[in-house]
Each structure stands twice: as structure tokens, then as C-alpha cells.
């Protein structure tokens, strides 16, 4: 029959599962159908072609010489298919470029930028997956992954971005009405702060103002405290002048050179811990992950400080960061 469009495709799908299981009653059950369905779509297939496709018993069925023709046929038909389902899948996923990430940095980094990134390379399709934790490389499945921390493994390559800086950040409207000269006044002062939820999510231990006062010999002995779960929602906090938050360089680089914010005092730590661009060895090649990488090198190359600033910061230590920074397996 040359004429496909009058080919009865849902009858043809019916009759080939029941003839590879030689059971209306099995081929229903891999269909998600009734019995009665498989039957009557069989039936018209039959009429279609004005033969005989199954040997009907009491207790089973068998095929034709002409069913064995057509399940033959069949077979090797829909198994093209089949295989011509999977490559165009195959080759869709291929070109779509799949990149996760911590929701802070999309939303405070990468979301500032990512314009650029589209309107100089429009061939590339690209999908960013913001997630409340930090991406698991080997699990997740994403093409490339900014991953806070990364313990090396078989199958992937890491290449570091950045050091975590961390310093006071406020409004100017706040530092307007605000005496802050040294990291003790700073207890005195409304300090926005991440709750056990937040951390809880991301693979090392927190890293507060407990923490950060602590480095400069400074008790926790604080007056006024606002908590947040979620990282933005305190900087959004933080840019309206409601207090005083722990900015991490690369979240909150953008906003200093904007003049959004300031740094109230000079005062700052590298918590050891770093991030990584972590790709599978299988998409290394890729020429949309070799894009996306060099461009986002490229922009994150002012986040680590000058090594002769970073001389005069202090460097939180702990046991968990003498070790790489001790982390715990991502995947």
C-alpha cells in the first residue's frame, strides 16, 4: 500500500503487541487499555485488509501465515521509529545547554549578566537551573555546574573560580545614621542573619556573623537581629536599609560597583572555601559548554582579591577547611 496516510497506525500498534505476546489480554496491559479495546482495534485492522490476521482458539491465539507477514513487517517498522525517536531526543538534549547553580548566585550574579552572554552567543540554547543547595554533578545531570566546594571524582573536570570573601554590607541610607568604625560597633547595629534552614542546604558548615566577628576578636553579644532563610531575600533586606548583612564578594560585587550598597568598614575574611565549574567529561568537547565556560571565567576574574590584599585579610580556619574544605561527597 503506497497511499500511509490511510494506514490504521493505532490498529497496526495494537496488533504488533499482540502478536509479540501472543495475548489480547498481555498487549492491553502494556497498552494501559481494555481487553475489548485490543480486540476491536484488531478487528479493524482486519477489515481493513479483508483477511484473517489470528487463528482464534478456546484457550489462545496464533497468527496467520498473513499475521506473520504483517507482525514481521511491523516489527521492523516501528523499531525505525523507535529509533528515530531516540536520536531526535538525543540530538535535542545535545543542543540544549543545561546549567545549574545555587539560587544566590543565580539570582545575584549570574542574572546580571546573563543578558550579555545571550545577545553575544544567540546560537546557543541555553536553560539555567537555580536550585536551593549546592548542584551534585554526578546526579544531577546538568551539561556544566557552578558547585560550592567540589571533592574530585572520576568522569569530571573542576576548574576553581573564586575564593568566598566575606565583609560587612549595608545601604547608604543605613551608614547615614549609623557610626560604625570598628568591627566591636557593629554589635550595637541592626544585623540581618541566615537561619539553620538556609545552611542546612549547602555542603559546609555556616559561616555568620558569630563567625566573622569572632576573627576580629568580637563577642556575639549582638542587640538586634533579623533572620532569614533565604540568602536574596536578606540582600533585598540588607539594599532597603533594614540593617547590616554578611556580603559575600560575588554575590554583592555588583551592587558595591554600583554604589547600592557599601562596605562600612574595611574589615574582611576568606573562609578558605571555594567554588568550581564542574563539567562531565562526556560534554567537555562540547562547543556551547567551551563557550559558556571561558565566558563565565571571564566574568568571574575580579572575584578573587589581589594577592597582596589578601595578605592583610583574615582566613577563617577551622578543621573543616584544612582539609579541603572537608566537605562531604556531592553526589
Not at 24 to 41: C, D, G, P, Y
Request: charged share 20%.
Amino acid at each position: 500500500m503506497s497511499n500511509y496516510r490511510r494506514l490504521p497506525l493505532s490498529a497496526l500498534r495494537a496488533f504488533e503487541a499482540a502478536a509479540r505476546h501472543m495475548s489480547f489480554t498481555k498487549a492491553a496491559n502494556e497498552l494501559s487499555v481494555t481487553q475489548a479495546a485490543v480486540s476491536r482495534h484488531i478487528l479493524t485492522l482486519e477489515d481493513h485488509l479483508d483477511i484473517q490476521l489470528f487463528n482464534r482458539g478456546n484457550q489462545k491465539v496464533s497468527l496467520s501465515p498473513a499475521g506473520e507477514e504483517l507482525f514481521e513487517a511491523a516489527t521492523l517498522s516501528l523499531a525505525h521509529i523507535a529509533a528515530a525517536f531516540d536520536s531526535v531526543k538525543r540530538r535535542e538534549k545535545a543542543r540544549r545547554l543545561t546549567v545549574g547553580m545555587p539560587m544566590s548566585f543565580a539570582t545575584l550574579f549570574m542574572s546580571q549578566r546573563i543578558g550579555d552572554f545571550v545577545a553575544n552567543n544567540p546560537e546557543v540554547d541555553l536553560h539555567l537551573v537555580s536550585l536551593e543547595r549546592s548542584p551534585a554533578p554526578a546526579t544531577d545531570g546538568f551539561d556544566v555546574s557552578v558547585v560550592m566546594g567540589y571533592l574530585a571524582r572520576p568522569g569530571f573536570t573542576a576548574t576553581e573560580l573564586f575564593s568566598e570573601e566575606v565583609f560587612p554590607v549595608c545601604s547608604n541610607s543605613y551608614q547615614s545614621h549609623s557610626r560604625i568604625l570598628k568591627p566591636e560597633d557593629l554589635v550595637n547595629e541592626v544585623l540581618l542573619v541566615m537561619d539553620d534552614q538556609h545552611w542546612a542546604a549547602y555542603p559546609w558548615s555556616p559561616f555568620d556573623w558569630v563567625h566573622w566577628l569572632g576573627q576580629f576578636g568580637v563577642s556575639s553579644d549582638f542587640k538586634r537581629v533579623i533572620t532569614f532563610n533565604n540568602y536574596p531575600t536578606m540582600m533585598q533586606a540588607v539594599l532597603r536599609g533594614h540593617g547590616i548583612g554578611l556580603g559575600w564578594r560575588h554575590l554583592v560585587n555588583d551592587f558595591l560597583k554600583e554604589g547600592t550598597l557599601i562596605r562600612p568598614l574595611t574589615e574582611s575574611c576568606l573562609t578558605g572555601r571555594k567554588h568550581h565549574l564542574v563539567i562531565p567529561d562526556t560534554a567537555i568537547e562540547r562547543e556551547d559548554v567551551q563557550i559558556f565556560r571561558n565566558w563565565l571565567i571571564a566574568q568571574v576574574e575580579d572575584l578573587n582579591p589581589p594577592a597582596a590584599a589578601a595578605d592583610s585579610m583574615v582566613t577563617f580556619q577551622t578543621e573543616a577547611t584544612s582539609t579541603q574544605q572537608g566537605l562531604p561527597p556531592q553526589d
